[in-house]
């Protein structure tokens, strides 16, 4: 499968920390590479894979999974690819970050929880884990206590609460720091509040 790739911030061969960026539904690598700039990131490499008709699977996350295969399938495999890359390039899972919006927030999640190590930090903005429910025969490894953070609203139209509970509570289980915020009535998007807690809980440390 190749994956569109499109980088940003500090060249990979020269950069000690990367963040790997996961647009969202109809949006693309753009969109989401646009949010780095309220990021603290000035010192990271910038990953952002481009999925083919600005998709990761055709429908709801909350889908059955077959139905969204086989999309789904692929969408995991081009971010392993990322990954791998990534580490290529001399940069330790402890140092390659994710961040998502929506689709692209499930997408994050998803992947690192089936793959969970000690990574710098996952950011979804907007998300859970992806399947008509949480499938906990999935999700293998320890997270070691990576700094999750998740951002949503109640309601969202797309994403509802009680999945990104069930996510956290898994995620937890597999070893992780997860910090959850719920918005009242903040619709599907992205807030300053949202950025402000990556920043704080994820980008900041050193």
Same mark, same amino acid.
Request: hydrophobic share 40%.
């Given at each position: ?77 081009? /971010?392993?690819?990322? #990954? ?5 390039? $001399? ?6 970050? +994710?961040? @998502?919006? =929506? ?26 884990? /992806?399947?008509?429910? #949480? ?5 293998? $490894? ?6 999750? +953070?998740? @951002?949503? =609203? ?53």
């Amino acid at each position: 499968m190749n994956t569109e790739i499109l980088t940003d911030g500090i060249p990979l061969n020269e950069a000690k920390k990367a963040l790997i960026m996961i647009h969202g539904r109809g949006a693309g690598a753009h969109d989401i590479l646009s949010i780095a700039k309220h990021l603290k990131v000035d010192d990271f490499a910038l990953v952002a894979p481009q999925a083919e008709n600005r998709t990761w699977y055709p429908y709801s996350f909350l889908a059955p999974l077959n139905e969204n295969e086989p999309s789904f399938s692929k969408s995991l495999e081009a /971010i392993h690819q990322v #990954v791998v890359a990534i580490q290529q390039n $001399g940069i330790e899972k402890e140092n390659i970050y +994710f961040l @998502g919006f =929506s689709q692209g927030a499930c997408l994050a999640l998803e992947f690192t929880a089936r793959n969970a190590a000690k990574y710098g930090g996952v950011v979804a903005f907007t998300g859970g884990l /992806i399947g008509d429910k #949480v499938y906990e025969n999935h999700y293998t $490894g320890n997270f070691e206590n990576t700094p999750i +953070f998740i @951002g949503t =609203s109640d309601p969202d139209f797309h994403v509802p609460v009680e999945r990104v509970n069930e996510s956290e509570a898994l995620l937890q289980k597999l070893g992780a720091d997860v910090t959850k915020k719920i918005y009242p009535n903040m619709g599907h998007t992205i807030s300053q509040d949202e950025v402000d807690c990556a920043n704080a809980l994820i980008f900041n440390k050193k």
